[in-house]
């Protein structure tokens, strides 16, 4: 098996709201919309993010649990401390929930915003040749 993601997919209660947040507010290109099932964006040169409606979630893959804080983050690494704030910025002003940025100890820059459905991306910039590597 090769060593490779190439879906990332969140099941959502709306996906119209995720439309609105990710599309019309962030900004992302949909490549695939199917309205009220499945919203998927290119997020990487192989990769998509999928934005599946979770009662056409379930009936493919069972019974989905919802509440809470999902036990998955996402991430989006940027260069400069400045883009941060610009997309967190950006996603408070789609509506979402954001979290200040700081100075970490592990000497990155980094902030959180949450999702209609309350999945959270960080944003972070990470000096290290590994954070360097992630970037376009």
């Known amino acids: 098996m090769d060593q490779r993601v190439s879906l990332i997919t969140l099941i959502v209660d709306d996906v119209a709201a995720s439309r ?12 695939v919309d199917v309205p009220g099932e499945v919203l998927m964006v290119r997020v990487g040169q192989r990769l998509l993010l999928s934005l599946w409606d979770h009662a056409h979630a379930e009936v493919e893959i069972g019974p989905v649990a919802a509440g809470g804080t999902p036990p998955v983050t996402l991430a989006h690494n940027v260069r400069e401390p400045a883009e941060v704030d610009a997309v967190l910025a950006l996603a408070r002003a789609a509506g979402a929930r954001t979290e200040p940025p700081s100075w970490r100890e592990w000497g990155g820059y980094s902030g959180y915003f949450v999702d209609p ?8 910039v990470n000096p290290s040749p590994l954070g360097e590597s992630l970037l376009p």
Request: glycine share 16%; charged share 30%; no cysteine.
């Open 20 to 31: 609105r947040f990710y599309a019309d507010g962030l900004g992302w290109a949909p490549e």
């Open 117 to 124: 459905d309350g999945f959270r991306w960080e944003v972070a």
